[in-house]
């Protein structure tokens, strides 16, 4: 290979990663998008005032997955969830902002910590509701885990 070969593939190989790069999407974790202003606000509104919440789920900071968009009942929302840190089977909670961020609902959910919990989580379940969810908004939160087939 020449020279000029050579630079040309190199060339043609930065440039392929480049673009290839500019058009992948960037993933928004639940925990990154509570950080965002718009977020922030309504999460912030959701969680002020609340006995027993834990600091993890106070500032948002767990482990989460990427929020995802819903339509509920004709309505959108972006849905996700967030975990306390090496304990996401037993403290975990659910959020649903409204499409305009002027809102955020939400589950605690704390599972007891004992062998019995492992094959029957719900049954040792207790819920925490933020943001004054109604009916509509407390289905739309608990299906999120009770569709998972290991929540019996």
């Known amino acids: 290979m020449t020279g000029h070969q050579a630079l040309r593939c190199a060339l043609f190989g930065a440039l392929l990663s480049f673009s290839a790069g500019s058009f992948a999407q960037q993933i928004v974790t639940t ?18 005032g609340q006995a027993r919440m834990p600091g993890w789920a106070r500032k948002g900071v767990g482990t989460s997955t990427p929020a995802q968009n ?17 304990d996401c089977g037993n403290n975990f ?7 305009d961020k002027s809102q955020a609902w ?3 959910v704390e599972v007891e910590d004992r062998p019995e919990a492992v094959d029957h989580p719900k049954k040792y379940a207790k819920y925490q509701w933020l943001g004054k ?8 939160l608990k299906q999120q885990f009770e569709n998972n087939p290991d929540w019996k």
């Open 106 to 108: 939400g589950v605690r």
């Open 70 to 86: 819903l339509s509920w009942k004709g309505k959108e929302y972006l849905v996700g969830n967030l975990c306390k840190p090496h």
């Open 31 to 48: 925990s990154d998008l509570i950080q965002q202003p718009g977020y922030q606000a309504s999460w912030q509104n959701m969680v002020k």
């Open 93 to 99: 909670l659910i959020v649903a902002f409204s499409a």
């Open 133 to 140: 969810p109604n009916d509509d908004m407390k289905a739309l």
